[in-house]
């Protein structure tokens, strides 16, 4: 039984996600303040947090940078509950790692379905994975090249991560757009392009001829196996919808 954590303040929303996602099968257990949350989850160890971003004695966003700043905590999933709807605000939470950002007022029903996708897309995952001189362990969300640490920001992680995952297939800017920065985004297709920039600087020793991350022209990006070496987590028979 997968186990959600809910950091919400508002008592009959609580109760009332708790009913509908422990009648989905789920476990659930959270608080109605935001003091103490990071304890509170190394704690539980849950498969997905709902975090409110707007609590009476918190910030949610620097709760939710103390989760990803833990090791044990960092490739938890992470959806946003917040009445904060700019663009700002969507971008900001996203960039500080949530895997998805839902606005009040909103559905229940969406909510649990946002919840199974979560979670369907984490079915036991390797937790390292390797290309090359490349390694990535999500456990900790670290990144090593020949031994020394990279420095990569929440979203370059978890682009990283969703290709070195999917080695060989093509994925255009609007999939991983869905992919990496959730279906309810404020950020055009573009800024993939952005962040796929950033990385080559980052993870290939010539960007402007790279080996890992290379484009597909007319269709977007994928990630490659250097030759000769196999996939930590092959997926060649992956379906992309």
């Not at 900790?140 to 020949?146: A, F, I, L, T």
């Not at 990283?160 to 920065?181: N, P």
């Not at 055009?188 to 993870?203: A, N, P």
Request: charged share 30%; net charge negative; hydrophobic share 40%.
């Amino acid at each position: 039984m997968k186990k959600i954590v809910l950091i919400e303040d508002d008592v009959d929303l609580f109760a009332l996600l708790k009913y509908n996602l422990e009648k989905e099968g789920f476990a659930l257990t959270g608080m109605q303040t935001g003091r103490g949350a990071v304890e509170f989850c190394r704690r539980e160890r849950p498969d997905l947090i709902i975090l409110d971003i707007m609590l009476p004695d918190s910030d949610g966003l620097e709760i939710c940078k103390g989760l990803r700043g833990q090791p044990e905590l960092g490739h938890i999933p992470i959806i946003f509950l917040t009445a904060r709807a700019s663009e700002t605000d969507r971008i900001v939470g996203l960039e500080l790692g949530a895997s998805d950002y839902i606005v009040k007022p909103f559905f229940v029903r969406e909510l649990v379905a946002r919840v199974k996708i979560q979670l369907r897309e984490r079915v036991s995952p390797a937790s390292h994975l390797k290309a090359g001189n490349l390694e990535l362990d999500r456990t900790s969300c670290r990144v090593w090249q020949d031994g020394q640490e990279l420095s990569l920001t929440a979203t370059e992680f978890r682009l990283l991560e969703y290709l070195m995952s999917h080695t060989g297939i093509v994925f255009s800017r609007l999939q991983l757009l869905d992919a990496v920065w959730g279906h309810d985004r404020a950020v055009t297709d573009r800024t993939v392009d952005v962040y796929i920039l950033r990385l080559r600087q980052k993870v290939e020793s010539d960007p402007t001829n790279p080996v890992f991350i290379r484009s597909v022209r007319g269709f977007g990006y994928s990630f490659e196996q250097p030759q000769g070496e196999a996939s930590t987590e092959p997926d060649a028979n992956a379906v992309v919808e």
